[in-house]
């Protein structure tokens, strides 16, 4: 076994690890995108996303404006939520929400027979203007985001598309790609509240530091 | 895209999904880990775990009966924590915590020049006896588990050992198969929180209804 036992040592000697496995894969990663793509990796040892990672245009300055402006940041899970690094966030002013265990959510998605999710992203557009996004269970979340961005009752800022699962998941990831939102998506069936934590934390981490 | 809106529906359909495309890949899968091992990838969409998966001998036994006792569920990560579904288990009188965040945990982990996750498993050891142990992130976690139980200083009930990553992470769950402790462990590389609580909720559902 390695003789590492500092968190940080223990991170920085994981990064080098998968650096040095990417470039005896013979790939080459491009620099905007680095660092999202190899945390994603250390979250999930899984070398997959190197294929899957899909950034809009601008995706990243559109993440990073919205963070240094103290955008509100809204999840589709408490996973999601603890996921994040929040000392980092406060840094910016900003503030990361869910609100899919809040008592009005629950009621108002079984008396609509909907998604706790989809209501979830309905009293985000009502509450905040220009939020971040960070979705990592609900494919009906992005589904949401998509048709309230285009009737015009929701602008996000920037969204993290990262459902995981068998049932519409790899349609509602095409919808968001599709909808020109700023965003990055993993690509398929892959994904999960860890993923979308990851990606949120690499850019979050770029703009805030520790 | 499926018309298929309701969470309980999508999950059965998610399911479905899985156990056909392990039929089409002419596996079958041991009737008492089948639950365990379809959560797993529901959660992933990842099948590579129908290889890694590791149960020790009587270790769903192990780990019904330590919740059918209300035994102390301890994780490493605030996000595992979030992940277990809590109702469930409050049916079986069980409690889950996580002291990663805890002041006199990161205090001594400073002092002592350790991982948090370290002093957290010795937290625990102190305060409960049979506990179970969902461990999704750090490998110091599982090594000090294997050490105290082995000191006879802890006296684990079941773990779940899934950390993730590219340091000490195989070694540790190594130590953990090796030691004798009624375990399930997703060898190799791969685990994290999610993989975990997925695990955990997995046994859960069977042994309490949702």
Same mark, same amino acid.
Request: glycine share 8%; net charge positive.
């Given at each position: 076994?390695?003789?590492?036992?500092?968190?940080?040592?223990?991170?920085?000697?994981? %990064?080098?690890?998968?650096?040095?496995?990417?470039?005896?894969?013979?790939?080459? *990663?491009?620099?905007?995108?680095?660092?999202?793509?190899?945390?994603?990796?250390?979250?999930?040892?899984?070398?997959?996303?190197?294929?899957?990672?899909?950034?809009?245009?601008?995706?990243?300055?559109?993440?990073?404006?919205? *963070? #240094?402006?103290?955008?509100?940041?809204?999840?589709?899970?408490?996973? !999601?939520?603890?996921?994040?690094?929040?000392?980092?966030?406060?840094?910016?002013?900003?503030?990361?929400?869910?609100?899919?265990?809040?008592?009005?959510?629950?009621?108002?998605?079984?008396?609509?027979?909907?998604?706790? !999710?989809?209501?979830?992203?309905? #009293?985000?557009?009502?509450?905040?203007?220009?939020?971040?996004?960070?979705?990592?269970?609900?494919?009906?979340?992005?589904?949401?985001?998509?048709? *309230?961005?285009?009737?015009?009752?929701?602008?996000?800022? %920037?969204?993290?598309?990262?459902?995981?699962? %068998?049932?519409?998941?790899?349609?509602?990831?095409?919808? *968001?790609?599709?909808?020109?939102?700023?965003?990055?998506?993993?690509?398929?069936?892959?994904?999960?509240?860890?993923?979308?934590?990851?990606?949120?934390? !690499?850019?979050?981490?770029?703009?805030?530091?520790?």
């Amino acid at each position: 076994m390695t003789d590492i036992y500092r968190p940080m040592e223990i991170e920085a000697e994981s %990064f080098r690890i998968i650096s040095e496995e990417i470039r005896r894969m013979g790939r080459e *990663l491009p620099a905007e995108y680095a660092s999202v793509i190899k945390r994603v990796i250390h979250t999930t040892a899984d070398f997959s996303y190197l294929d899957t990672l899909y950034f809009s245009e601008h995706a990243m300055e559109a993440a990073k404006r919205a *963070l #240094k402006t103290g955008s509100r940041v809204v999840t589709d899970t408490n996973m !999601a939520l603890a996921g994040i690094h929040k000392s980092s966030l406060r840094k910016l002013g900003g503030e990361a929400v869910c609100y899919m265990a809040d008592r009005d959510v629950a009621k108002q998605a079984e008396r609509r027979q909907v998604t706790r !999710a989809q209501v979830s992203m309905e #009293k985000a557009a009502r509450q905040g203007d220009k939020c971040i996004y960070v979705i990592g269970n609900a494919p009906t979340a992005l589904l949401r985001i998509v048709d *309230l961005a285009q009737e015009g009752k929701m602008c996000p800022a %920037f969204v993290i598309g990262a459902p995981v699962g %068998f049932v519409n998941v790899t349609e509602a990831k095409q919808r *968001l790609i599709d909808s020109g939102i700023p965003c990055i998506v993993p690509r398929g069936r892959k994904g999960g509240s860890n993923v979308a934590a990851a990606i949120f934390n !690499a850019i979050l981490y770029e703009t805030a530091g520790r």
